[in-house]
């Protein structure tokens, strides 16, 4: 699966959109009912009409030192990602994630 591709299901869930609004919803923008078969320029035609009816991606706002690179930390992160993503977690700083972790665990990322 694509990133753009990756981005227009994030905002399919984030609009509340079933699967057969979703499908018509492509037909109409490009018709074709599914962006595996679109091509780069359509799915871009897809995610500008998405924007248009209110979603907006969030961006990235992590600054300061590296993260963690283990690949169960990575997995972590995009799991706390994810569910911020659908609204599940409200703080989605990294921060936030660490507390989460000391409380749950007991320990940290970096641990």
């Known amino acids: 699966m694509s990133k753009l591709t990756a981005v227009i299901h994030i905002a399919k869930a984030k609009l509340g959109m079933d699967e057969e609004t979703y499908r018509a919803f492509l037909l109409e923008v490009t018709g074709k009912d ?5 091509t780069t320029r359509e799915q871009g035609r897809v995610l500008d009409e998405l ?3 209110g979603f907006r991606p969030h961006k990235n706002t992590h600054k300061g030192e590296p993260l963690v690179r283990d690949p169960q930390a990575r997995k972590i992160r995009a799991l706390w990602l994810a569910m911020a993503d659908e609204g599940i977690v409200r703080n989605r700083s990294e921060k936030a994630l660490e507390a989460y972790m000391r409380r749950i665990t007991g320990r940290t990322l970096e641990d």
């Not at 599914?34 to 679109?38: K, P």
């Open 34 to 38: 599914s962006c595996a078969r679109m």
């Open 51 to 53: 924007r248009q009816r």
